[in-house]
């Protein structure tokens, strides 16, 4: 058997070999029907159940089950709010004011929380789509109040907020509220953690501390807010690169080792202790498949500057030398 | 005694039912469905997509699906034709063409018919006995006891290595590993 396919099988082909394997199998009729078996006798034994199959079906599970009830819920508030509708309807006349304190007390709001390595979608029923990063968890209310769309982050999340100019809408977290009319923009904002940022892709954005509204930070396009040691920063963005999360690649451009760490930690939901704090000092830059996990990520940065770890399962906890 | 465990494995999936067991049928099978998936479909991603697309339907439609196959059967045939939709819809970039024209040409050819596990070893072994002796090898030990292909061809120690005792090792171990599971899945999704 052509060495090409065996190693094409055991997953350690160059890309230039692959290449080269591709167009020999255009024209060799022989050796493509030798590929075409090997393949399939890899997929067959692809089928066989093996070591990690649990765990990882476990977990998959859990974000399956959390989603799909997530749904129901929707749903079965849709169901609720259509025979609200009707009552109301009927109603609205002669109980004008019954009608107003019914509709207060019957807010009731959705949940989605996302897990380690993973993201999430979700349309409000306003329009606005709103991305969420692994480890990252959104409050909103089934039905919006008719002043103000209200928000709740913990997290990471890509707003793209329908336009509504008599209805404000407000994206709340830990550290700051974040009011727009209409606009496209980011914000990192885990709670407990102290980095935050938001960064404005359209429109304009007011940032502000619920308590002080007055004291407002107002954003143009292209600009990033940073909160560092308890003091606003703002800068121009350099590179869009950073949303590549929305579609599952994590995007580091000249980034210091140690904030590559931090964002890994959240992302992965696991504890990295950097032991050796030269490495601090270096920066990368590189785009990694979020699917592909923490570990992937942490071999390939060692190819530019070596460094060695461990993980430890038990205590969800990598330790890097 | 290789008898006695094929008849434990078929046992445990006769018993398992979509309505009763949905929970315990995803963490069975999702990731062998996402690996088979896998071989073909180059965008791991999109991958998990077409296996989490499944589990959605079966989901959907847990009352109402009746399976009157095996199990086993039930969701390899229901991968197969799912990756085979996706293989025919789908466009790849320029320099995939030629490997995902290739893998649907592949998984178009896989015709074997699959009612169990026990089906899907012998296919293996069957396959392994066509190949010539070397590649026997190092498949056996790239795939089954994870080696790289580098250190099998370093070792060049291949004359212990039969088929027999190989895939005998390897398959033995899967059994036993998914027959103490079981127990462990009870315990965890409670039921």
Not at chain 1, 239 to 243: A, K
Not at chain 1, 275 to 281: A, D, F, I, S, Y
Not at chain 2, 156 to 162: A, F, G, I, R
């Given at each position: 058997m052509n060495e090409l396919i065996v190693k094409y099988i055991a997953g350690e082909i160059s890309e230039k070999e692959r290449l080269q394997l591709f167009s020999l199998l255009e024209s060799d009729e022989d050796m493509r029907k030798e590929f075409l078996s090997a393949v399939n006798l890899r997929a067959y034994s692809s089928w066989l159940p093996a070591d990690d199959d649990l765990s990882e079906g476990i977990g998959k599970l859990m974000a399956f089950k959390k989603h799909h009830s997530n749904k129901h819920r929707v749903m079965r508030f849709m169901r609720y709010a259509a025979v609200a509708c009707v009552a109301i309807f009927c109603s609205v006349v002669i109980f004008h004011k019954f009608y107003v304190a019914t509709e207060d007390s019957t807010i009731s709001y959705e949940e989605l929380y996302v897990p380690s390595g993973q993201r999430a979608q979700v349309k409000l029923h306003d329009g606005t789509v709103i991305w969420l990063n692994a480890s990252s968890h959104l409050r909103y209310p089934s039905r919006f109040a008719k002043s103000e769309r209200k928000v709740e982050l913990d997290g990471e999340a890509f707003f793209d907020v329908v336009k509504n100019k008599e209805c404000p809408f407000v994206v709340s977290t830990d550290k700051a509220d974040i009011k727009v009319l209409g606009t496209k923009f980011n914000v990192f904002a885990y709670k407990g953690r102290q980095e935050f940022s938001t960064s404005l892709l359209e429109g304009s954005v007011k940032l502000y501390n619920p308590s002080d509204e007055a004291h407002s930070i107002y954003m143009k396009p292209n600009e990033e807010v940073e909160l560092h040691e308890g003091r606003w920063i703002k800068h121009s963005l350099s590179?869009?690169?950073?949303?590549l999360w929305k579609d599952g690649l994590y995007s580091f451009d000249d980034m210091p080792f140690g904030e590559i760490i931090k964002k890994l930690e959240i992302y992965y939901d696991i504890k990295i202790m950097v032991?050796?704090?030269?490495?601090?000092?270096y920066k990368f830059s590189g785009k990694f498949r979020q699917i592909d996990g923490v570990e992937s990520i942490l071999r390939i940065m060692q190819k530019v500057h070596p460094f060695a770890y461990s993980k430890d399962d038990k205590l969800n906890r990598i330790m890097i030398e | 005694m290789l008898m006695e465990e094929h008849k434990e494995t078929r046992t445990v999936e006769a018993e398992?039912?979509?309505?009763?067991?949905f929970d315990r049928i995803y963490v069975l099978y999702f990731s062998r469905m996402r690996r088979f998936a896998e071989e073909y479909i180059l965008s791991r991603e999109d991958a998990e997509n077409v296996v989490q697309d499944i589990f959605t339907m079966l989901w959907e439609h847990r009352t109402s699906i009746i399976i009157r196959s095996s199990l086993t059967a039930y969701l390899f045939n229901l991968t197969k034709n799912r990756c085979l939709d996706y293989l025919r819809h789908q466009s790849v970039a320029e320099n995939y063409k030629k490997e995902q024209v290739l893998k649907l040409s592949a998984l178009e050819q896989l015709n074997e018919v699959v009612n169990s596990d026990s089906d899907v070893e012998r296919i293996i072994r069957e396959a392994i006995q066509r190949l010539p002796e070397k590649c026997r090898v190092i498949f056996i030990k790239n795939r089954f006891?994870?080696?790289k292909y580098r250190e099998i061809a370093a070792?060049?120690?291949?004359?212990?290595?039969?088929v027999e005792t190989q895939m005998g090792i390897a398959l033995k171990r899967l059994r036993e590993d998914l027959k103490d599971c079981l127990p462990l899945l009870v315990f965890l999704l409670g039921c």
């Open positions: 590179s869009p690169d950073f949303l032991k050796n704090p030269r490495l601090n000092v | 398992l039912d979509l309505f009763r067991d006891h994870g080696k070792e060049l120690d291949l004359s212990e290595s039969t």
